[in-house]
């Protein structure tokens, strides 16, 4: 995924959730980086995306929300929503208050936790 970037030592660095690209005044970044997540809506919390309300700016509980998208990617290798060809089919089931389809080879401890991140409440985010 375009969010995991490799360090000098060969580890993995998640970037770009929100407050995690937060760097000097929070308000350029935001616009800057705005933009770019419009086209990601199969990763972003829908606070952020503004299902029931004006769009939020990333908190540390959206990125919980779009972390839970990387358990449940790297385990089964299907990319949340693959069934979902275009970003407003996806904000459709959002509206509904679905989330992504549960691959067939995630245990289920695994999926509990990623239940938990893609939590609608923000305060039920692990």
Excluded at 23 to 30: N, R, T
Excluded at 42 to 47: G, L, V
Excluded at 90 to 109: C, F, H, M, V, Y
Aim: charged share 20%.
């Amino acid at each position: 995924q375009a969010n995991v970037l490799i360090d000098d030592l060969g580890n993995p660095r998640l970037t770009d959730f929100g407050l995690a690209t937060v760097v000097g005044d929070p308000e350029l970044q935001w616009g800057a980086t705005t933009a770019a997540r419009e086209l990601n809506v199969r990763w972003r919390a829908p606070e952020v995306i503004g299902l029931e309300y004006d769009p939020a700016k990333p908190t540390f509980m959206s990125d919980i929300y779009s972390f839970g998208a990387f358990p449940s990617q790297i385990l089964s290798g299907v990319t949340p929503w693959k069934e979902k060809k275009h970003s407003t089919h996806i904000i459709i089931e959002l509206s509904k208050g679905a989330t992504p389809a549960r691959p067939d080879n995630i245990l289920d401890d695994y999926w509990g936790l990623i239940q938990q991140c893609w939590s609608w409440d923000p305060v039920r985010r692990p």
